[in-house]
């Protein structure tokens, strides 16, 4: 079955550093594949999403490139704030009839001043 | 936007209590989902639905019943709880624009614990 993989936390940071967030994932479909953000005490929000194949997708100065041939979407920004610290989830979306998104495990990051 | 509210956000039962968790939504969306929160496991599926009166089975449902009863309100029943149902309870909702591969709106989260 379909399913999603990303780098297991918790990944700790300094601010102004770069973050990097891996994420594979296994389907035999041609999913959506989605960025979400969990802030401490709130339910996930969407980041972004990308559609298609060999596009990205961005928001708040994060990026991410929908890798078809290696199975990635990994998640990447060159300068972290501690306003970054969160829980961030991977998720797959794809045509398989009756189907809601697959999460990731998600991967907690913390950005320290 | 879209505004999904969750009663109560915190509860704490006893084991083999009966708990019924509340989710509202207020932008017309068709669907609607309930997941469970765990570290190590993330956002697991539990059961969601496409409109009033339908139920789809998640992918960790046992133990669990839900009932839509209208557009607006998605019901998760833990008829004997037990301690491995603690956990953080999300419920979302999306439209249907897109399909199941839609942006999903998710409320504050319940926070259950079973004694």
């Known amino acids: 079955g379909d399913s999603v993989t990303q780098t297991e936390g918790p990944v700790t940071l300094s601010e102004g550093t770069s973050l990097t967030v891996n994420c594979s994932y296994e389907t035999k479909q041609y999913p959506t594949l989605f960025w979400y953000v969990q802030y401490p005490g709130e339910g996930p929000q969407l980041l972004f999403k990308v559609p298609k194949a060999n596009e990205k997708g961005s928001n708040r100065g994060f990026e991410a490139t929908y890798n078809k041939e290696a199975t990635s979407f990994h998640l990447q920004k060159a300068s972290v704030q501690e306003s970054d610290s969160a829980v961030y989830y991977c998720a797959l979306g794809d045509y398989q009839g009756g189907r809601a998104l697959i999460f990731g495990t998600g991967t907690t990051v913390s950005v320290s001043p | 936007e879209a505004a999904v509210t969750q009663s109560p956000r915190n509860k704490v039962t006893v084991t083999g209590g009966n708990v019924t968790l509340s989710c509202r939504q207020t932008n017309s969306h068709n669907y609607m989902y309930w997941y469970r929160q765990d570290t190590g496991h993330g956002l697991r599926l539990i059961h969601y639905s496409y409109g009033a009166g339908n139920l789809q089975i998640g992918d960790v449902p046992d133990g669990y019943k839900a009932t839509r009863t209208t557009q607006e309100d998605f019901f998760l029943l833990l008829e004997l709880a037990s301690p491995s149902q603690t956990s953080l309870y999300f419920c979302?909702?999306?439209?249907?624009?897109?399909?199941?591969?839609?942006?999903?709106?998710f409320g504050p989260g319940t926070r259950l614990t079973v004694l």
């Open positions: 979302a909702s999306s439209d249907e624009t897109g399909g199941y591969y839609a942006e999903q709106f």
